[in-house]
């Protein structure tokens, strides 16, 4: 009977004989907590094929997701911050500089570049949320700046995609100062008649919510995205009522007028395109 029975008790493979999985292979849906494997994820646009909850995700997969073929041009690319005011909290400014563009592989909070879109012209600047928190600093908004000049020179249409913590404590003034900056870039735009579309994603807080965000000839998010100007928090502290069902989502902010639609980043290519074609025309 011994066919059935174990003779040898414990594992017996060598050290050396051991196959791991690859790092990266298998992700878990913040929502639902189920396994999602890379391959899967990256096909589904990055948002979970079983609570249909969309992971953030950086300028990387966004260029990847609405550039036909992945295939575009970079702008700005070298711009990186300074230390205007010698800026140290628990480390100096200069070197959590340093240390954030070694482990992201990003030069600032935001990559811009141009290509197309179902055949469609488009310049897009995208926010990273890894980098200190998506912070809205002064080569956020330079970029942001030089890309829509690049739209005004070019006449091509500009897309914004929003995912930020607010300004950079770190720049101070400086950086609240790119809120008027951007929104006067904006409205050039809208002088020269070429569409500006804003996208919000998943966080879209503080003065970037309160400035170019909220400009767009249509805004647009994606569901369950969180967009705010101050954290639910903070608000209920300071107002010392309990806040409403699902405030500050995506939804919620549509149904006070804020947001023009709510799109899944699975259809966002097709939305989009039929959109520039419709202005186009």
Known sequence: MAWFKREKKGISTLTEEKKEAPDGLWNKCPNCKKALHSADLIENKYVCHYCDYHLRVGSKEYFQVLFDNNEFTELFGNLTSGDPLNFTDSKPYTERLVDTMSKTGLR???????????GEDLVIAC????FIGGSMGSVVGEKIARSIDYSI???????MISK?????MMEAAFSLMQMAKTSAKLALLSQAKIPYISLLTDPTTGGVTASYAMLGDINIAEPGALIGFAGPRVIK???KKDLPKGFQTAEFVQEHGFLDFIVDRRAM????ATFLKMVKN
């Not at 600032?108 to 179902?118: F, L, Q, S, T, Y």
């Not at 020179?153 to 897309?159: A, E, M, R, S, T």
């Not at 290519?269 to 989009?272: G, I, N, S, V, Y």
């Open 269 to 272: 290519k097709a939305k989009l």
């Open 127 to 130: 926010m990273d949320f890894n």
């Open 237 to 239: 502290e300071t107002i």
């Open 164 to 168: 930020s913590g607010g300004a950079r």
């Open 153 to 159: 020179k070019h006449k091509i249409p500009f897309l």
């Open 108 to 118: 600032d909070a935001i990559r811009a570049g141009v290509g197309k879109i179902d």
